[in-house]
């Protein structure tokens, strides 16, 4: 019977291309270049390769191979191997239960500036202050999240996902052409080559824990792991997909997108800031400060901010109808309720929970989560407490529970698996041990901090 009922890929590229589309999105565009802004250029962009090639390689070959071999979607992929680990397979589930909202807040504000640029506001987007005074607004930025979020809810009440999913196989292409062009002409302006160094020479003097963190946070936030979304696309890839290929692919297809993200954005921090390399530390709000400006400053501003916008407001809708097509398949599953009562009950909790995010900035700024606003907060809690904690049990899962050998079995199905060494190693040692250090100093200098 569930074998009947599971519908699956109709071949390695469908798959490959939705687990990208999960993959690629604000995570890559939005949030990868602040980070590597904030946390040192180019050593962030170092560690965060250097972690995607290794754990995030050896993670998504894992949740692929496990969901394929159990055919089971997360929760119960983790019970019904073993009963003890239920909590798990919850766990993973609240992650995209706390991201889709702040995500949702972030889609709305990427509708705005799309909207703004249609309508020709190219240069008051460009202005200081402007995006600033947008998010502390009481109403605007709340109408705005609204909308993204019921544009989403829609797409998946209506299943029409295979439609966007067909446009974006056409639109991110072109996301990759206009961004070399936008770097290209970051790169050329005066004051840049100093930005470009800062992105990509690594300075080890600027390393800590923090960065290597931030950077795993990163990762699995890009990649969309440790949330169980890639078990459940595993669990639809038919035994002669080649997983191991495809994981390249997607890791190098959301490198790609994440790396010039950077190289147009972290550059024009020296360039249109008159030296000011205190807005690096900008944060969440860097991508909308800083694009604008380079925008503003080319030929048909208005014309290239437009359709930077629309191409990022696809790759987010991808992404956004992945984390909810997960919290409704929970919401179903638990509740035994309805596809439509579910995505109803999951558009209203996301609009309440999401409300804080948009607020936060603006009229709820008075309220602070440990020193953190809240879309901060949500952000910090999924990315850098519970994504590395579930990516941890899963490393523990699969070597004392479901052995390593069987999901080396499995992958070798249908790959020749050349990095089976790195895999094994990574899964036993190297993954747990880097993930437990470095949650156990992060801690340690949180609590520092916090007594001080
Ligand atoms: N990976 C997506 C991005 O980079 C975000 C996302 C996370 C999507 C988790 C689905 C699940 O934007």
Known sequence: MEEKKRSSFS???????????????????WRFPYLAAKYGGGIFLLVYILLAVTLGFSLMVSEIALGRKTKLSAIEAFSTLNKKFKFLGILASAVPVIILPYYSVIGGWVAKYMVVFMTGGSAQAAQDGYFSQFISAPVEPAIWFVLYIIATAVIVLLGVEKGVEKASRI???????????????????????????YYIMPDFSKFSVKTVLAAMGQMFYSLSLAMGIMITYGSYLKKDGDIEASVKQIEIFDLLIAFLAGLMIV?????????????????????????????????????????????????ALTSSISLMETVVSIVQDKLHWSRKKSSIAVLIFTIAVGMLSCLGYGPLSFISVFGMAFLDFFDFISNSVIMPIVALLTCLFISKVVGVDPIVEEVKLSSAFKREKVFRVMIRYIAPICIIAI???NLLSYFNIFVI
């Open 171 to 197: 639109l991110m292409p072109l996301l990759v052409v206009l961004s070399v062009i936008i770097a290209v002409y970051t790169s050329v302006q005066p004051g840049a080559l100093e930005g470009i160094k």
């Open 439 to 441: 949650l156990v100093s």
């Open 267 to 315: 550059p024009s921090v020296f360039v249109f800031s008159g030296g000011d390399e205190s807005q690096l530390q900008t944060g969440p709000g860097l991508m909308f400060e800083m694009l604008p400006k380079v925008f503003d400053s080319m030929p048909f501003s208005n014309v290239v901010g437009a359709v930077f916008f629309v191409l990022v407001l696809f790759a």
């Open 11 to 29: 071949g390695r590229i469908g798959f490959v291309m939705a687990a990208a589309g999960s993959a690629v999105g604000l995570g890559n565009i």
